[in-house]
């Protein structure tokens, strides 16, 4: 049974290149949750997706993040025109969306550098 | 706005040594509350969760925490640590009633486990 995977772990850019990261949830999960880890920070939550439908994206920069979860195929982080302090661990979450707590199940990151 | 403080940020134990981690949050409303666990190089993984109930809830690997609702913390305990346990761990809340379950993560406290 496979949990959550992100691909690719480990992405290294350019500033002013496109950075795109993919994340799968663990089948039957129909709410993913992205989260960015800054060197000795916590995870901050960037956005909350169910299939097709942004929910919450209270998180995200107003510019150059954007996010999708399309009806079919994974979901999908860009970031345009990445900039140095877009260098980060981004996590990926998936949860079933059947129970009120929605626990949600990590993916193991993207390592995004920028140089 | 909800927010999550664990005050400590390393700590430096010797096997056999207990543990208690501090972790508070502040929201008026219901919460559900976790501490996730992330081991070098893996993702992260769930200790423990707390939805309603006994506030006193165990987790995998001896460990265990405790909701104190009049003193909003979620403290998490391990009587006799050992050096596996060595890790980054993260208390996390969400507000079921707020619309959205993205997650509040603490900033994380560093636990190394000295041999």
Redesign the interface.
């Known amino acids: 049974n496979a949990g959550v995977m992100q691909n690719p772990r480990h992405l290294v850019r350019r500033r002013g290149q496109e950075a795109r990261l993919r994340c799968s949830p663990m089948k039957g999960h129909s709410h993913v949750y992205w989260y960015r880890q800054l060197p000795e920070e916590g995870l901050k939550f960037m956005v909350y997706l169910q299939k097709e439908n942004i929910i919450d994206e209270s998180g995200m920069p107003k510019e150059r993040f954007s996010a999708e979860f399309p009806k079919e195929g994974p979901s999908i982080l860009r970031i345009q025109q990445v900039v140095r302090g877009d260098s980060a661990a981004y996590f990926c979450a998936s949860s079933p969306g059947t129970s009120g707590a929605h626990e949600q199940f990590f993916g193991p990151g993207t390592r995004l550098t920028v140089l | 706005a909800q927010s999550v403080s ?1 005050h400590n940020h390393h700590v430096i134990l010797s096997e056999a040594a207990s543990l208690e981690l501090g972790c508070n949050y502040s929201y008026g409303g219901t919460v ?1 509350l ?1 501490w ?1 666990v992330q081991y070098p190089g ?5 200790l423990l ?1 707390y ?1 309603s109930g006994d506030p006193l809830v165990k987790g995998i690997k001896g460990f265990e925490a405790e909701f104190i609702k009049s003193k909003f913390s979620f403290n998490l305990r391990k009587p006799s640590v050992q050096w596996s346990d060595t890790a980054e761990y ?1 208390c996390a809340v ?1 507000a ?1 009633d707020s ?10 406290t560093r636990l190394k486990v000295l041999a």
């Open positions: 664990q559900n976790f996730y893996q993702h992260l993984q769930l969760k939805f993260f969400n079921p619309g959205t379950y993205k997650y509040i993560f603490g900033t994380g």
